[in-house]
């Protein structure tokens, strides 16, 4: 079974909408993280939550707001989309914040978004 | 700001033969750690390898590497590819006051052929 869900899988939205990315994991991990990957740029460091408070925030954007509703979640709404914000998004979680050796990130399937 | 620096682009390499993905990286951080992901197509970043101890090897599923802290560096290495192995290959660096992020390297793609 998959321990962290992203849905959906592939996303189609026009210029200008809003749409939100869902994220959770069933890993009992208490930090989360977005991770963006385009042609254009590698995977890009977008947001970091621990025990559902931002710790870091990456994105020069404030079209990109993370939302933690519970603790296993961490969704991305995305406002105002442009053709630039396709993309793949991968969540990913680890344990703790990575302050400990075995603090690895594991990644979520993505979702893949794409903006006419 | 702290940053990896990869192999660029596509290494194409004959099945048998050895692998060398270079990686070295920037950051004031004197305790950082290093790790190498691994992407297959249509996949997300698995975890292959990673390491925070200095010239120590370390190893997983045939491949290997070492971090040198004198040289910053962090390169990835097998004896001999397979054609499994090709994918694309990240290193990546955790070194700030929280650790709150992964800073990954543009990515090296490797094709292995017959």
């Known amino acids: 079974d998959p321990k962290i869900i992203q849905k959906p899988k592939y996303l189609v939205a026009v210029t200008g909408s809003e749409k939100i990315l869902i994220c959770e994991q069933y890993l009992g991990h208490n930090a989360m993280y977005w991770y963006r990957q385009s042609a254009k740029k590698p995977l890009e460091f977008m947001f970091s939550?621990?025990?559902?408070?931002?710790?870091d925030n990456q994105t020069a954007s404030s079209r990109f707001q993370p939302q933690s509703s519970k603790k296993n979640h961490l969704d991305l709404q995305i406002t105002a989309l442009k053709p630039d914000d396709s993309a793949t998004y991968f969540c990913a979680s680890s344990q703790e914040m990575g302050r400990d050796w075995e603090d690895t990130q594991y990644f979520g399937p993505g979702t893949r978004l794409l903006v006419l | 700001g702290d940053s990896v620096t990869q192999t660029e682009g596509l290494v194409t390499l004959t099945e048998g033969l050895p692998v060398m993905l270079n990686c070295t990286y920037q950051?004031?951080?004197?305790?950082?750690?290093l790790f190498w992901y691994v992407q297959h197509l249509n996949e997300s970043p698995r975890l292959l390898l990673k390491s925070f101890t200095d010239n120590k090897r370390t190893e997983h599923q045939g491949f290997h590497a070492t971090l040198h802290k004198s040289s910053s560096s962090f390169h990835l290495q097998k004896s001999s590819a397979q054609l499994s192995d090709s994918a694309l290959y990240y290193c990546?660096?955790?070194?700030?006051?929280?650790?709150?992020?992964?800073?990954f390297g543009q990515g090296t793609s490797l094709s292995v052929v017959p």
């Open positions: 990546a660096l955790s070194a700030s006051s929280s650790f709150s992020k992964l800073v």
């Open positions: 950051t004031i951080y004197s305790n950082p750690f």
């Open positions: 939550y621990s025990y559902q408070k931002l710790m």
